[in-house]
Every structure is written in structure tokens, then in C-alpha cells.
Nanobody, 124 residues
Framework: VQLVESGGGSVNLGRSLNLSCEAS?????????MGWFRQAPGKEREGVAV???????SYTGSLKDRFTISKDSAKKTLYLRMYNLKPEDTAAYYC???????????????????WGQGTQVTVS
């Protein structure tokens, strides 16, 4: 399994970014959990947004107001659209593929077996 993120960069406060994660090496995205996680310097990794095995979307805290997760199963690609970015969003963002869990527990990184290399997002 290979996950390749793209779309990160350096932006000013209030701007938007669209992240993509192209997945390969497995037959289908169906019935799997996929999500975005992030890790800022000196902080623990946190779940950002996930799509669980049933297709339910979950977000951490108030990120739902500014972030939108989606997927294209035919292209095996996961997306994260980020709006109104703030300096506290600065982090390395990782795409992950994991076990078929449901609900908010899908935001826990321990359920995920495969991780991308990460893409840096810097907001100033």
C-alpha cells in the first residue's frame, strides 16, 4: 500500500488549500477508514477529518467549520479542502488508511496501518 499526499504549501492567514492523497496497492477504498491527521512541531499527532467504513465523515472539534474531507473511490484519492486557514493549522498533514472502524473512534490514529509521507502546511 502506498499513500502519496500533495497540495501543501505556505499561505497567508485566511487563504485556502486543497490536499490530495493518492492511494495504491489495495483493491478498494470501500469498507476501509481513511483520514487526514496532522502533527505540529512539539505536539502530538491529531486526527483532523476521517471517512469511516460506512462513509460517515467525522472532524475534530471546530475544524468541521473550515475543513471538508471527501474521496473519489474510482480514483482511490482522498481530499481535504481547507478554508480560512489560521497559523494554528500549521503542521505536517498525513493521509492514512486503516481498519474498518466507525464513528469518532476513526479519528484515533491507532486504527491506521498505512501512512503517507506527509505534506507541510504553513500559515502565516
Amino acid at each position: 500500500v502506498q499513500l502519496v499526499e500533495s497540495g501543501g504549501g505556505s499561505v497567508n492567514l485566511g487563504r485556502s488549500l486543497n490536499l490530495s492523497c493518492e492511494a495504491s496497492g489495495f483493491p478498494s477504498m470501500q469498507r476501509l477508514s481513511m483520514g487526514w491527521f496532522r502533527q505540529a512541531p512539539g505536539k502530538e499527532r491529531e486526527g483532523v477529518a476521517v471517512i469511516d467504513r460506512d462513509g460517515t465523515l467525522s472532524y475534530t472539534g471546530s475544524l468541521k467549520d473550515r475543513f471538508t474531507i471527501s474521496k473519489d473511490s474510482a480514483k482511490k484519492t482522498l481530499y481535504l479542502r481547507m478554508y480560512n486557514l489560521k497559523p494554528e493549522d500549521t503542521a505536517a498533514y498525513y493521509c492514512a488508511l486503516g481498519r474498518p472502524v466507525t464513528g469518532f473512534q476513526a479519528l484515533e490514529g491507532t486504527w491506521y496501518n498505512y501512512w503517507g509521507q506527509g505534506t507541510q502546511v504553513t500559515v502565516s
